[in-house]
């Protein structure tokens, strides 16, 4: 790709930075009055890896597991994998099989697939198929390329999880897709879903089978971070290029077959108490905007629903990791498995 010259980037804005800066939001940031280090960035991403790590050993993925399924290019270090990993359940259903796929985050710059597993335990052990799901990264991808490119991830994911079922069963497969997205991997999930359904026809082996989305955390307008640290990965140039890859477009100009889509599967927005003040604006504003576009939650059609969720006394980080130990200590992680209907 060629890079844009970051003196074509729009200024950087400190307030506006400062409200979209996860790190410096994060608990022990804010109350322990601690620094703002690239080693508390780096401690952050070795967390997720080592809870990664751990899920990958356990008993029931060691030998059951398909780890780096690849679906597109090989990326040089630190570009970001276009693989994923992939976890059976420890109990196998044999009327409904539930996929969680999961999207990371890292502002579209950082993290992989080795930092992505880290919840896979818990949602087999719930009875459900857990997918990591990662991608290359910008700058070496275009922000407005990772949902073409998570659109046919998800086409691969969608055919290796039926071979699989049907190895492993000897029956015809009943998939339930749940598209969970953290961060600007929630920008992701929603871009996908879209760009899918607009495509008329050319995804419809994976979308028919999208159940629900569960969006923690995310970013839906990003206008904002054309203005912040961020941008010099993104390297969006413009308020109407941001607007372009921001998923309440969508919303700002719905049409009827938007609305359909929409109602097509069931919604969970949540974030954290103490995310950053810009995180929280925007998962409020798509909560409104999705009950705009659905009617009041007494209107919504049977199959839609829309709830949300506030994660206390966590922030952007530590509601991600406490996925880990599961529904006991995490209240993020027994809300989604209560709105997936594992349990």
């Not at 990591?132 to 998570?150: N, T």
């Amino acid at each position: 790709m060629e890079a844009v010259a970051s003196d074509k980037l729009p200024e950087l804005d400190t307030e506006i930075d400062y409200l979209y800066d996860t790190v410096r939001w994060l608990k022990e940031v804010k109350f322990n009055h601690s620094g703002v280090t690239g080693e508390e960035r780096q401690r952050l991403a070795q967390v997720l890896k080592t809870q990664s790590d751990i899920c990958r050993a356990t008993p029931t993925a060691v030998g059951h597991c398909d780890f780096g399924v690849p679906y597109g290019q090989k990326a040089g270090h630190k570009e970001g994998s276009e693989a994923f990993d992939w976890f059976p359940p420890a109990v196998w259903k044999n009327d409904l099989q539930h996929v969680v796929v999961y999207i990371h985050g890292g502002f579209w710059r950082a993290l992989d697939l080795p930092e992505s597993s880290h919840w896979a335990t818990p949602i087999t052990r719930a009875g459900g198929v857990f997918v990591a799901l990662a991608y290359r990264l910008a700058p070496w991808q275009p922000l407005h390329d990772m949902p073409i490119s998570l659109c046919k991830a998800l086409s691969h994911i969608y055919s290796h999880t039926r071979k699989r079922i049907q190895q492993i069963l000897h029956i015809t497969p009943n998939i339930k897709i749940h598209l969970v997205g953290h961060s600007a991997g929630a920008q992701l999930a929603m871009e996908t879903f879209y760009e899918a359904h607009f495509k008329v026809g050319q995804y419809k082996d994976w979308l028919s089978a999208v159940s629900s989305m569960i969006l923690i955390s995310g970013l839906y307008d990003l206008r904002p971070l054309i203005h912040t640290t961020a941008n010099a990965a993104l390297r969006l140039t413009s308020s109407e290029q941001a607007w372009n890859c921001s998923p309440l477009r969508y919303f700002a100009n719905s049409s009827p077959r938007m609305v359909q889509c929409t109602q097509s599967v069931r919604w969970l927005i949540a974030w954290a108490q103490y995310d950053p003040p810009g995180f929280i604006e925007q998962s409020k504003c798509m909560v409104a905007e999705l009950h705009k576009t659905l009617g009041n939650p007494a209107e919504i059609a049977p199959l839609s629903e829309v709830e949300t969720f506030c994660v206390d006394n966590e922030d952007h980080f530590t509601s991600i990791e406490g996925l880990h130990y599961g529904a006991a200590t995490s209240t993020l992680l027994r809300r989604i498995v209560q709105f997936l209907r594992l349990d």
